[in-house]
Nanobody, 125 residues
Framework: QVELVESGGDSVQPGGSLRLSCQAS???????MGWFRQAPGKEREGVAAIDGYDDSNYADSVKGRFTISKDTAKNVLYLQMNNLEPEDTGMYYCGADGELCFRPVVHKTTDLAYWGQGTQVTVSS
């Protein structure tokens, strides 16, 4: 069993930055982790993930602006978000699943084994 707890969401102006954190606990062997988001009225989408080779993959909409990283010793996943846009507004979720180890995050957005409760990001002037 894996528990995921997100933090770091906030309200910021366009162009601002935020860093989200996802603290994982439990047995994380065999799963990889990623970030997802869901805007009101829209389906959940994959944002960024780290695969089984420790390579990062991103949605096209966030490439060059978001950076995913992890602290393996602390079992924490981060998402540094820079140059935020109103379109980045949504609930951000941390997810963990074995398929994220070999499948791009944009192709694995449902039926994950583990989800966090989410943290809200609002980008507005």
């Amino acid at each position: 069993q894996v528990e995921l707890v997100e933090s770091g969401g906030d309200s910021v102006q366009p162009g601002g930055s935020l860093r989200l954190s996802c603290q994982a606990s439990g047995n994380t062997n065999g799963v990889c982790m990623g970030w997802f988001r869901q805007a009101p009225g829209k389906e959940r989408e994959g944002v960024a993930a780290i695969d089984g080779y420790d390579d990062s993959n991103y949605a096209d909409s966030v490439k060059g602006r978001f950076t995913i990283s992890k602290d393996t010793a602390k079992n924490v996943l981060y998402l540094q978000m820079n140059n935020l846009e109103p379109e980045d507004t949504g609930m951000y979720y941390c997810g963990a699943d074995g398929e994220l180890c070999f499948r791009p995050v944009v192709h694995k957005t449902t039926d994950l084994a583990y989800w966090g409760q989410g943290t809200q990001v609002t980008v507005s002037s």
